[in-house]
């Protein structure tokens, strides 16, 4: 069974940066894409940012230009670099792995908590 362990959350103040990491506890074969979804209090999970094996990027609208997804294929690893961050980034971050045909594979993180204050 796959874990993925987050590492990097924390309080920061409004206009801070945090750096999140994911690390799988094994190596996955057939990675599609590799990804950081949020969800805050009372919202539904939103996705954040995406990585996919050819190294496309997707994000969204409310992070384009502050946050960085990037990944490690060597370590099975997925960052997201966090700047200029605003006390509506406050969340939940959890990391999300899909692999194999048709992503069948679906493989989450327990979450780390990113508290922006103003």
């Known amino acids: 069974q796959v874990q993925l362990v987050e590492s990097g959350g924390g309080l920061v103040q409004a206009g801070g940066s945090l750096k999140l990491s994911c690390a799988a506890s094994?190596?996955?074969?057939?990675?599609?894409?590799m990804g950081w979804y949020r969800q805050a209090p009372g919202k539904q999970r939103e996705l954040v940012a995406t990585i996919t094996s050819g190294g496309s990027t997707n994000y969204a609208d409310s992070v384009k230009g502050r946050f960085t997804i990037s990944r490690d294929n060597t370590k099975n690893t997925v960052y997201l670099q966090m700047n200029s961050l605003k006390p509506e980034d406050t969340a939940v971050y959890y990391c999300n792995i899909k692999a194999g045909m048709l992503s069948r594979y679906d493989y989450w993180g327990q979450g780390t908590q990113v508290t922006v204050s103003s």
């Open positions: 094994r190596s996955i074969f057939g990675i599609n894409a």
